[in-house]
């Protein structure tokens, strides 16, 4: 698992390949592991690979989600927020078990938030992603992960990049 962590940096440009289904379904399922208050998994995902919804969300967040539009696919985690009161932290918590089993799987991703967020005229990107990606208004559209083969070289961390991190133990 430290490998991964090391290895695994925000990737936003991707080659033209397709991301096998078997590595899709694979990403999905670490998702569907992830933890949850009172295991309610208060979460929804939807796997985008339709080029022009993809050019659509990339234009909602000009400050962040470009490169959205040359991604082979992304996965949009929509939050059920009646299920619970922890969706927030429920649904970033399954976002990072995605992003962690696509680096595991040798490929790139790289996180766009909606929640809270704002399009170039000011608008609210979570509705117009929900809009877009026709989610009913009850749901929440915390943020969408690009995902496919890296395009582009970056640096791993090493183990010497470790912070050293002060701690307190209370016996």
């Known amino acids: 698992m430290l490998k991964v962590l090391l290895e695994r940096r925000s990737i936003r440009k ?3 390949d397709l991301v096998e289904s078997e590595k899709v379904k694979q990403i999905l ?10 295991n309610k998994k208060p979460w929804e995902f939807i796997v985008i690979e339709n080029r022009e919804v993809l050019k659509k969300l990339s234009e909602v967040k000009p400050k962040g989600g470009t490169f959205l539009e040359d991604a082979p696919i992304a996965i949009a985690i929509v939050g059920l927020e009646a299920n619970s009161d922890t969706w927030m932290e429920d649904c970033s918590i399954a976002s990072t078990f995605i992003q962690l089993e696509a680096e595991n799987q040798g490929l790139g991703s790289c996180w766009v938030q909606l929640k809270s967020r704002f399009t170039k005229d000011g608008e609210d990107a979570e509705k117009l992603g929900k809009k877009i990606l026709e989610i009913e ?4 559209l915390l943020c969408v992960i690009s995902i496919g083969y890296s395009n582009q070289k970056k640096i791993v961390y090493k183990e010497e990049d470790y912070v050293e991190v002060e701690f307190k133990t209370i016996k």
């Open 14 to 16: 991707y080659k033209d």
């Open 29 to 38: 399922g670490a998702g569907q592991l992830a933890p949850s208050g009172k």
């Open 137 to 140: 208004d009850e749901k929440r």
